[in-house]
Nanobody, 127 residues
Framework: QVQLVESGGGLVQAGGSLRLSCAAS????????MGWFRQAPGKEREFVAA????????DYADSVKGRFTISRDNAQNTMYLQMNSLKPEDTAVYYC????????????????????WGQGTQVTVPS
């Protein structure tokens, strides 16, 4: 059974940093592209970043480009999101997700391309 477990969220002051982790199990991690999404109260879930199965390709939302870095360690079955220069508008529950099809990096910004999701981890940046 596929499981995705996020960790690393918390409360951080504006300008600070956090690193989120997503531990995966129950599937061949290094054959699936992965993504991070977030959802703020009263808003729809939005794309943050994605990384291909091969780690050769990444994609970022414009709102986080230059501040966030997505990476993965296929030997550890773990994906990361390094978040720097955090802003109050980054406050949200952050979810990791796995794409439906192995060996593809398909429309990474579309949540419908993902069929497994973690439970989320809260990131709070007070204004």
């Amino acid at each position: 059974q596929v499981q995705l477990v996020e960790s690393g969220g918390g409360l951080v002051q504006a300008g600070g940093s956090l690193r989120l982790s997503c531990a995966a199990s129950g599937h061949t991690f290094n054959t699936y592209s992965m993504g991070w999404f977030r959802q703020a109260p009263g808003k729809e879930r939005e794309f943050v970043a994605a990384i291909s199965w091969s780690t050769g390709t990444t994609d970022y939302a414009d709102s986080v480009k230059g501040r966030f870095t997505i990476s993965r360690d296929n030997a550890q079955n773990t994906m990361y999101l390094q978040m720097n220069s955090l802003k109050p508008e980054d406050t949200a529950v952050y979810y990791c997700a796995r794409q439906r099809t192995s060996w593809y990096f398909s429309r990474p910004r579309d949540p419908k391309e993902y069929n497994y999701w973690g439970q989320g981890t809260q990131v709070t940046v007070p204004s």
